[in-house]
């Protein structure tokens, strides 16, 4: 089953984040609680976190883009 990664509220104030980095690829196994990207708000930099785990298989938003928070950045594939 294919699900979003959502760019998730990474502080009380913050409405978007510029994607830094992707510290795994199109095809990495992901697991739940490891650090997916790195997301710059407007105060600091913050690592976020795999909700779920899985296989990335989409990026729909990459480095230096500005996400608002809540919109889709990836999809992740579940294993079954």
Known sequence: MRIPIEMQRLGPDMETGTILAWTKQVGSEVTKGEVI?????EKVTMEME???????????HDVDAEVTVGDVIGYLELAE
């Not at 990207?37 to 708000?41: H, L, R």
């Open 37 to 41: 990207v790195e997301v710059d708000t």
């Open 50 to 60: 795999a909700l779920d785990s899985g296989t990335l298989v989409e990026i729909v």
